[in-house]
């Protein structure tokens, strides 16, 4: 990892308010409608490829 966590981080989070998307779906929902991955998972997925590069 090249050390760019918060940054990414923030902006996943910039990008999920500028564009109104549900932050925290249902997740039968988002298996079924969703292409990519709900914020959520993306940021907790981020912090634990963080933490285990340390």
């Known amino acids: 990892d090249l050390g760019h ?10 990008l999920a308010i500028e ?3 549900n ?4 997740e039968l929902y988002s298996a ?3 292409s990519h991955p709900p914020l959520v998972e993306r940021l907790n997925a981020i912090t634990a ?3 285990k590069a340390q």
């Open 5 to 14: 966590e918060a940054g990414l981080k923030s902006g996943l989070t910039k």
């Open 19 to 21: 564009n109104l998307s």
């Open 23 to 26: 932050m925290n779906p249902d």
């Open 32 to 34: 079924y409608h969703y």
């Open 49 to 51: 490829r963080a933490k």
